[in-house]
């Protein structure tokens, strides 16, 4: 059977690369998104993780057919400083949501926070918030929240690298700071909440500012009414393995036709199902492909230039 070519991208004058923001609060990561769309004067942009509105800090953004390539950039770890409040619950897990319920946690302290963290290290199970965008049967959940409706949600597993206890503030509602390294799809205000729960007092979080994105860190973003710089997507690309191949078997990968393992010169030699990068001596040609056996398959070709 013949291999249909593939889709290939960018147009010649269209911006490539990612832009590296540091959101303000307020702002939604569709609002980011609008404002560069503008600026690069393109409407192929996305954003590589949600912040919401109250929270502030990296903000990877694919411009351009970069966005073809954002499933395969490094997100994690994902690293966020999180303030919370103990003895407060509200029905977004946060302090922008509605107060459900209140108690005196005034007898709580240090010891006993730094203790209940620890519980939350490793592989845990998170219930998504009824304030996300994850969708039920075929919903976000927002959207049910916004009408007043709770349904049931399943837990999903995510995993937390590090997490430690960086203040404390004791009173009736006493604050903690913390430090979090967790993987993609970890919501720090169910953390939060699931932490106050474990006291037996509740929490919301109070504010957070996410300090890294897999590479990337605050000293690489830019504020949003600034940035003018697109870092290069190869460059986020530099764990993934990379070969090297004659200008004739790339234009095979071009044509969607799978190449054999060993026809490219590796970096390090892919393993079974993994993606890797391919390019040639024909500059500006970016293959993605996924190793099968003793074949690669093409995924997605991108003329970068």
Known sequence: MTESPLECGPEPSEPFGLAIIDKPAGLTSHDVVNTLRRRFGTRRVGHTGTLDPMATGVLVVCIGAATRLAEYLPSEPKVYDAEMLLGIETDSEDTSGHTIAECDASHVALDDLVRAAAGFRGDIEQTPPMASAVRIA???????????????RPSRPVRIFALDVTAFEAGRHPTAKLSVACSAGTYIRTL??????????????????????GPFGLEDAEHIETCTMLRSVEAALLSRPRGEVSDRVLAELTQGRPIDVGSAIWSREPCEGEPALVGGTEQGILAVVERQGATMRPRKVLKLR
């Open 192 to 213: 939060c909440a699931d932490i106050g729960r474990a006291l037996g007092v509740g929490a919301a979080m109070s504010s957070l500012r996410r300090t890294r994105v």
């Open 138 to 152: 075929g919903v976000r959940l927002y959207k049910l929240a916004r009408r007043g409706e709770v349904v049931a």
